[in-house]
């Protein structure tokens, strides 16, 4: 469904082909319990460089991409940090050392 893994370029494509409504964010806030945060995707106001603007009642808050855990869409889960694919060390070693 979405073609990208980075929070930003899945923001955008919710954004422009779909409705950002329908998402819900989930990310880290010291403080809040679990240190996690969700909110709706109706509550973006922008979508920067190096991060998320979530319109506030006093004031936006400024939301960098790092902290973001996680992105539902439609009840799906379209990006989780938890389950991003780390490079396997041991293939990595493999590979230079077949070129040796």
């Not at 992105?71 to 590979?95: A, C, H, Q, S, W």
Request: glycine share 4%; with cysteine.
């Amino acid at each position: 469904m979405f073609r990208s893994k980075h929070p930003r370029d899945i923001f955008n494509e919710i954004k422009w082909r779909f409705d950002l409504s329908k998402c819900i964010i989930y990310y880290i806030h010291r403080g809040a319990p679990g240190d996690i945060k969700v909110v709706n995707g109706s509550m973006i106001k922008s979508i920067e460089k190096s991060f998320l603007v979530l319109q506030g009642i006093v004031e936006d808050a400024y939301i960098p991409y790092h902290r973001i855990t996680r992105i539902d869409y439609e009840g799906k889960t379209v990006f989780d940090r938890k389950t991003l694919k780390k490079p396997d060390p041991n293939i990595i070693i493999r590979d230079i050392n077949q070129n040796i």
